[in-house]
């Protein structure tokens, strides 16, 4: 496989391309459960969503105890485990996924016990190598993470990714930030995914002291589930992170209308 460019330049120039396009300039992420309603139901979402243009993808590989998740994503988590999946298969149907879909920037998403259960350097090793190009690890704190961190520095193309909550101090906000790359996810509210976010003036003050911060992109989750939604983060955000509202309508109206949704979520 040649080398996976780094994945704040990959955002860059594809923010650049919808601009030139005349399109509105915000890229789209969102998040799926491996095994979870199947593999099989997976690669059928991932294609309808690479089909509707969705730039990013993050894949959960699941965890007993998904501490950031809510009630629709933390069940996804536990059906998949009861259905007997490993993280072995999760890593190799990233991979193959990967291949499939080299115009799509793939995201592991997943709990720190699940990488010191794999081994640290192993795990990550393994992510450079498919083509994974950033990690979501939400319980492990930067303070403590200094060596997850150095080992995905040490590996072109894999990036640690930060992540920016309301209730953290300015100060707290810019030590995150300084080490930050390829991207900052900022998230919108207190508590899990899942519940409704409201876009108002104070998640103005949040992303504006989030910009303050760093100077990579910034990718906002956590209740993002309307076309309004996207369009009141345009401009104010690089990249909207949708999870829950796709993975209900899957489940409700199968993988073809999950394309469907992305391809109506972005304004032209």
């Known amino acids: 496989m040649s080398p996976i460019p780094p994945l704040e330049p990959f955002i860059r120039q594809r923010l650049a391309q919808r601009v030139a396009a005349g399109q509105s300039p915000i890229l789209l992420m969102s998040h799926l459960v491996l095994g979870y309603p199947s593999l099989e139901e997976n690669r059928r979402a991932i294609d309808a ?35 007997g999946f490993r993280v072995a298969q999760g890593l190799a149907f990233a991979e193959e996924t990967i291949r499939r879909h080299p115009e799509v920037a793939f995201l592991l998403m997943t709990y720190s016990n699940i990488l010191v259960a794999h081994g640290v350097e192993r795990f ?5 190598a498919m083509g994974v190009r950033g990690l979501i690890v939400p319980d492990w704190p930067p303070q403590e993470a200094q060596v997850p961190m150095a080992a995905c520095r040490a590996r072109q193309g894999l990036d640690w990714i930060q992540l ?3 209730t953290s101090t300015d100060e707290r906000l810019g030590f995150i930030g300084q080490q930050a790359r390829g ?13 409704r976010t409201d876009f108002n003036a104070a998640l103005d003050g949040f992303l504006a002291r989030c910009r303050q911060a760093t100077s990579t992109p910034l990718a906002v ?48």
Not at 51 to 71: R, T, W, Y
Not at 187 to 195: L, N, P, S
Not at 235 to 256: M, Q
């Open 49 to 83: 969503m690479a089909a509707a243009g969705v730039e990013l993808m993050e894949l959960q590989i699941p965890f007993s105890e998904p501490i950031a998740d809510g009630p629709v994503i933390a069940q996804a988590n536990q059906s998949a485990l009861d259905r």
């Open 124 to 128: 990550i090793e393994r992510a450079a």
């Open 164 to 166: 920016f909550t309301p």
């Open 183 to 195: 991207f900052c996810y900022c998230v919108a509210r207190k508590g899990v995914t899942g519940t």
């Open 221 to 268: 989750g956590f209740g993002v589930r309307t076309p309004e939604d996207v369009q009141s983060l345009t401009h104010r955000a690089e990249i909207a992170v949708v999870g829950t509202a796709a993975l209900e309508i899957h489940l409700r109206d199968g993988a073809e209308a999950v394309g469907a949704f992305f391809t109506g979520l972005r304004p032209t």
